[in-house]
């Protein structure tokens, strides 16, 4: 069974999120509270996420992805204890912390993939197959500044877009507590998302990809009613 999903799952891979775009695919939804012209910050309600611990003996962003999306579309094709097909929906967010625990996994950078679940399933989570050692994570209501951009998300691009974030959150002078906040073993300033919304399928073009930087806002923006947030 486990074969058989991986060579459909390389073919298909991400593809899903495009064939399925002109319908409506769920999103979480969110409020945005702050923006100026290379940035915004969002206010995300409560929400769920099927997530991926992705351990490889390398560090590289396109292939955790890879891999901890394989994971997560067998969970919503059916291999989790009640059978049940979940739809795709978006975005797929890979969270890479820059860990300093010494017994940290590879060369200090952990991957986390996840996947939105809907809120119809808040009630009822189908559980994955143990194999595909997936958790569930529930997120509490809190504030993220993201940075869009287009085109591929890869390897070689994705650490100049997370350095624009945090300069342009530095020059806003509001957010200087939260990049500078160095206390928190896992605040904004050592952890970031890369959200992706299309699918990594050869026949879509560059163009009309949309990708975005989250950063958690941990202590900034409670003017604009961000709470106070503490990473798990
Ligand atoms: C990613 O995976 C490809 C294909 O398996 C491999 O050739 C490449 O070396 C990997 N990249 C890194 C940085 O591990
Ligand atoms: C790392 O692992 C070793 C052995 O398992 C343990 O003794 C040590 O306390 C760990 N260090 C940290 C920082 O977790
Ligand atoms: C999964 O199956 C159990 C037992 O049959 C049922 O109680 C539960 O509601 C189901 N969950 C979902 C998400 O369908
Ligand atoms: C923020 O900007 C100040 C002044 O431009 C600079 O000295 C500081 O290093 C920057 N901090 C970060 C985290 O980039
Ligand atoms: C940071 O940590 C130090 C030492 O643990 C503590 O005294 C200080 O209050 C902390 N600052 C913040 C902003 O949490
Ligand atoms: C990528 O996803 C975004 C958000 O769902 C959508 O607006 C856009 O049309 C998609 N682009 C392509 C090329 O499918």
């Known amino acids: 069974m486990m074969m058989y ?47 991926a611990l992705v351990t490889l003996p390398t560090n590289s962003f396109q292939n955790s992805t890879k891999q901890g999306f394989h994971r997560l579309y067998q969970y919503i094709h059916g291999a989790n204890l009640n059978s049940t097909k979940i739809p795709i929906s978006a975005p797929i967010l ?8 010494v017994n940290s996994s590879v060369q200090g950078l952990d991957y986390y993939v996840r996947l939105y679940l809907s809120t119809k399933y808040d009630k009822a989570t189908p559980k994955p197959l143990q194999d ?10 809190h504030c993220i500044a993201i940075r869009k951009f287009s085109g591929f998300a890869e390897d070689d691009n994705i650490d100049k877009e ?16 939260m990049v500078d906040n160095k206390n928190s073993s ?24 949309l990708n975005e930087v989250w950063i958690n806002v941990v202590s900034g923006f409670t003017a604009q009613g961000c709470p106070f947030y503490q990473e798990e």
């Open 5 to 51: 999903y991986l060579v459909v799952v390389t073919v298909v891979y991400l593809s899903i999120i495009d064939k399925l775009s002109g319908r409506s695919i769920e999103l979480p939804q969110y409020k945005i509270v702050y923006s100026e012209s290379d940035f915004e910050v969002r206010l995300y309600p409560e929400c769920s996420w099927m997530s």
């Open 132 to 141: 595909l050692n997936l958790k569930l994570n529930k997120w509490k209501s």
């Open 186 to 209: 896992s605040s904004g300033s050592n952890s970031y998302t890369i959200a992706q919304y299309n699918s990594s399928h050869h026949h879509s073009g560059i163009t009309g990809r």
């Open 94 to 101: 890979t969270t890479i912390i820059i860990n300093n625990n």
């Open 162 to 177: 997370v350095e624009s974030l945090k300069n342009s959150l530095n020059k806003s002078h509001q957010v200087l507590t």
